[in-house]
């Protein structure tokens, strides 16, 4: 699977628009884009996923540059809930195929 | 989403003990399960990956006998850890995935061994 570089944490204040960058510069063709989240003590949660164009759903809205060696996780209006370490993960879309986790950004949602 | 149970939420047990972690998936049928460990502070590490009617694929430096992997059917995997030590306290933490393209996690178990 493709590496990928995501800054340590950030900042968001509440209410704004939360974005979360990640660079994925040697994802192959056939590899997607996914990204989850922790809450502290939980299980990951899967959020969003895309190959090459942005995708959008309930909860986040994905946007994939066009040469697709970098993404932006975008959550439309952060909320307190929304503080957890958040993965970005380049994986090719089968389901035997392993997720493996770097060590992602953690958002702090500010009030 | 998908929904995957994971039981005990969380285990107290004595140095020495072995702990059965059960894994299930409840409204789909899991033809792969991943099993990882995450210490304080640190990212999920993968231990292992089990198919259902396999033996369980483990990661470098994962003793294979002292975490046990059983994936006996498509909605229920169970990972025991033998012959517990103070080190092997930490956050366990399945995944599952039918043929199709997420995987979803279940809530983890926060295993103490004293």
């Known amino acids: 699977d493709a590496k990928t570089t995501q800054p340590t944490s950030m900042d968001c204040a509440e209410g704004r628009a939360a974005n979360l960058p990640c660079n994925h510069s040697?994802?192959?063709?056939?590899?997607?884009v996914y990204w989850y989240r922790q809450i502290h003590s939980q299980g990951p949660q899967y959020i969003i996923h895309?190959?090459?164009n942005n995708e959008t759903n309930e909860m986040a809205s994905l946007i994939i540059t066009e040469d697709r060696k970098s993404s932006t996780l975008i959550l439309p209006h952060a909320t307190l809930r929304d503080t957890a370490v958040y993965y970005c993960?380049?994986?090719?879309?089968?389901?035997?195929?392993?997720?493996?986790f770097g060590t992602g950004t953690k958002l702090q949602v500010i009030p | 989403g998908a929904v995957v149970s994971q039981h005990p939420s969380w285990v107290i047990c004595k140095s020495g003990t072995s702990v059965k972690i059960e894994c299930r998936s409840l409204?789909?049928?899991?033809?792969?399960m991943f099993w990882y460990r995450q210490f304080p502070k640190q990212s999920l590490m993968l231990m292992a990956t089990?198919?259902?009617?396999?033996?369980?694929?483990?990661e470098q430096g994962v003793e294979k006998d002292k975490f046990l992997i059983n994936h006996a059917s498509l909605t229920l995997s169970t990972l025991t850890v033998t012959s517990a030590h103070p080190e092997d306290s930490s956050f366990y933490i399945c995944?599952?995935?039918?043929?199709?393209?997420?995987?979803?996690f279940g809530q983890g178990t926060r295993l103490t061994v004293v």
């Open positions: 993960i380049v994986r090719v879309a089968r389901g035997y195929q392993k997720v493996t």
């Open positions: 409204d789909f049928q899991a033809t792969t």
């Open positions: 089990s198919n259902e009617g396999s033996k369980a694929t483990y």
């Open positions: 040697t994802i192959s063709g056939n590899e997607y």
């Open positions: 995944s599952a995935t039918e043929a199709g393209t997420e995987a979803f």
């Open positions: 895309g190959l090459k």
